[in-house]
């Protein structure tokens, strides 16, 4: 095919100059489409998050004028601070025992063949599908006083009597564990598999064994994984409201709950709007300590700086 050079040079020179030259021929402007495609979700991202946040804010700050009393109360109150720190007990709690049992299975999904890694995402992924307050009910089964498992501990002849399974900080910890679980598998296997594995192969040739490759190799090299779904269990547990409502008592109250609570039954809209914003703050310093130590970027595969 001749080069547009080649066709100006075969025109007559009076046709050649009816051509527009290539400094003339500029670039398409990209118009109103991409503003029109991204005007609904600013629009939605406006009416439905934005403006109710500002609402929320406004609501917090306001007793005789612009205040900060109920922030003051929620950090001056006994009953309000065993809230906030019962919520960092439990996601604390959560997020170790995700990262525990999920490890494991990350690396089980990220080192083994197509087969059993489509098998084990698969059962993963499955609990998913299933809604998380049904999931919640069921432990309550599992666990109540007459439920499955003290049943079955009496019946082979380990206890005489029910224990107290439900309604305890264990309770909760297990059931938001169950539910979490698949995040933290998830977000593990997705660094684990931009691991090279020839690194480990690398490191056997050498002399190392397996444990010690792992060890020295693997491990390191998923440690950017490991921080960053601790911290989306971790940010995601703070805010969790249905399982701990059902499968905890009174001393397992969390910050969500109390939200409910002086909004709901108290009607303290804006005690309940300075508790909201006071869970907005904590999780975004939480975020932001991670950024300055490990780069959000890390959350999707970015290197740091």
Do not use: C
């Not at 439920?147 to 910890?173: Q, T």
């Not at 190799?217 to 911290?231: I, N, R, T």
């Not at 709950?257 to 904590?282: E, K």
Request: charged share 10%; proline share 7%; no cysteine.
């Amino acid at each position: 095919m001749p080069s547009p050079r080649e066709v100006m040079d075969a025109l007559p020179a009076e046709d050649a100059r009816l051509l527009p030259t290539p400094a003339a021929v500029r670039a398409p402007r990209p118009g109103l489409l991409p503003l029109l495609l991204l005007g609904p979700a600013v629009a939605w991202t406006f009416l439905f998050f934005l403006l109710p946040l500002a609402v929320m804010v406004w609501q917090s700050v306001q007793h005789d004028g612009l205040s900060l009393f109920h922030y003051r109360k929620l950090l001056s109150t006994p009953l309000y601070l065993s809230a906030i720190m019962t919520t960092f007990q439990i996601s604390l709690g959560v997020t170790a025992g995700s990262l525990l049992l999920g490890y494991p299975v990350a690396y089980v999904i990220a080192t083994a063949g197509p087969r059993v890694r489509g098998l084990v995402l698969l059962l993963v992924v499955i609990p998913y599908w299933l809604d998380y307050i049904v999931r919640s009910y069921s432990w309550m089964v599992l666990l109540g006083r007459m439920g499955l498992v003290n049943r079955s501990l009496i019946e082979i002849g380990l206890i005489s009597e029910p224990l107290s399974l439900l309604y305890s900080i264990w309770s909760v910890n297990i059931g938001m564990i169950q539910i979490l679980l698949p995040l933290m598998v998830l977000t593990l296997y997705g660094a684990m598999h931009g691991i090279d594995q020839r690194l480990v192969q690398a490191a056997a040739i050498h002399g190392a064994g397996p444990w010690q490759a792992f060890r020295r190799v693997f491990f390191p090299l998923s440690l950017p994984g490991v921080y960053g779904a601790s911290l989306l269990t971790f940010v995601v547990s703070m805010g969790f409201y249905i399982t701990p409502a059902l499968l905890g008592g009174r001393k397992q109250t969390m910050i969500s709950q109390l939200i409910y609570t002086l909004a709901s039954d108290m009607l303290d809209w804006p005690l309940a709007s300075a508790a909201s914003v006071l869970l907005l703050i904590l999780s975004l310093a939480i975020v932001l300590v991670y950024n300055r130590l490990f780069s959000i970027d890390r959350l999707w595969g970015g290197a740091t700086s």
